[in-house]
């Protein structure tokens, strides 16, 4: 599928956060829209989606002047004494492929490197993040890589987001994050079929998992049935893992393996270290 690509120049680079996010002061994307365009993301319904009234995960901006702007932002929030938690990103990923070539994110990192904030959390699906384990070391304990593993079956993920990058590097990206020290989870959000092996190979990787199902789309489930998600299960599917509490089923699954003090649910998973309880 080709994408429509633009430039943006925007005035302001961090976002004050709310609702979802209102366990941090601001919310950051480097890129509007995103190619991997997953089936179930809540930002197909969201205003960010909507607006443009082109299909989500047709088109991307590139956000220009990035670097200048957020540094200027993030001295002026020290100077005032504020703190600054950073959630990267709402409704775009960071790590698409776009950011191969634009390098927009590494721009952000690079500034964060050096004027840092209390806590940045990295949200991404793509093994691109390990590029920048660099930067990310130079963050310490200020930052968090939360890397979205819906499953561990590809054929699943290549009928929910057949864009998105495949599992087995993901899985291996995990690994190489948990190597060089950087601090870093899973989250499996939302639930997607898996396999049951699928909690001994993450108990290899990771000793923090996030879950989350599709009531954490922002409306409790409403915009994913929107989407109509519940067409792409097959068989059985559909009663075990999108019928009733798949978070719950889900959590009984991983706790045959890991510790309960290893498992958060969404959403004190995704929330700075001093806001998940």
């Avoid at 956060?17 to 089936?39: K, W």
């Avoid at 409704?91 to 634009?102: F, I, L, N």
């Avoid at 819906?150 to 864009?163: G, N, Q």
């Avoid at 893992?241 to 290893?262: C, H, I, S, T």
């Amino acid at each position: 599928m080709k994408i429509e690509v633009m430039e943006k120049t925007p005035q302001k680079i961090l976002t004050p956060a709310s609702g979802f996010l209102e366990g941090y002061t601001h919310s950051l994307n480097p890129y509007i829209g995103c190619a991997f365009g997953c089936s179930y993301c809540y930002v197909r319904q969201s205003p960010v989606g909507l607006f443009r009234k082109q299909e989500w995960g047709t088109w991307v901006d590139i956000k220009r002047g990035v670097k200048e702007k957020l540094e200027k932002e993030l001295l002026l929030l020290r100077k005032k004494g504020k703190p600054i938690t950073i959630f990267m990103s709402s409704s775009t990923d960071p790590y698409q492929p776009v950011e191969h070539k634009e390098q927009v994110t590494r721009a952000v990192l690079e500034v964060m490197a050096d004027v840092k904030p209390d806590f940045l959390f990295v949200q991404t699906r793509s093994p691109l993040v390990t590029r920048d384990i660099d930067l990310l070391a130079r963050l310490g304990d200020k930052v968090m890589v939360s890397m979205t593993i819906e499953t561990d079956l590809d054929e699943v993920r290549k009928r929910f987001s057949p864009a998105a990058p495949p599992i087995p590097a993901r899985l291996k990206a995990v690994g190489q994050l948990r190597e060089q020290g950087i601090p870093v989870q899973v989250a499996i959000a939302p639930a997607l079929p898996f396999s049951d092996a699928f909690p001994s190979k993450l108990a290899q990787l990771v000793d923090r998992i996030c879950v989350d199902d599709f009531t954490g789309d922002g409306s409790g489930g409403k915009r994913t049935n929107r989407l109509k998600i519940g067409e792409r299960y097959e068989g059985p599917e559909k009663e075990q893992w999108y019928a009733g509490n798949v978070q719950e089923r889900v959590w009984m699954k991983l706790r045959e393996v890991f510790p309960e003090d290893q498992l958060i649910l969404s959403p004190e998973g995704f929330m700075p270290p001093n806001k998940e309880h």
